[in-house]
């Protein structure tokens, strides 16, 4: 009896980690497509190179090299 609740469990635990390996959807396609930093002279950075995972802010710097006012 042992025996089969161990094997039972190891296909049990075993069918968990396989479902849960599944492709998650992200959502939609942004609405913008490949317009983001279209714009000729501006760009859109982020202030520091990496970022810890656990935290959900951070910042973003718009630089405007054109002629354009950007708002």
Excluded: W
Excluded at 13 to 29: N, R, T, Y
Excluded at 32 to 57: A, C, K, M, S
């Amino acid at each position: 009896m042992k025996k089969v609740m161990i094997l039972f469990s190891i296909i049990l635990g075993s069918l968990f980690i396989l479902m849960s390996c599944g492709m998650v959807p992200l959502g939609d396609e942004s609405a913008y497509g490949e317009q983001v930093n279209g714009l000729e002279g501006v760009t859109i950075e982020l202030t520091e190179e990496r970022h810890q995972p656990e935290g959900d802010t951070f910042e973003l710097r718009v630089v405007n090299h054109s002629d354009e006012q950007i708002t």
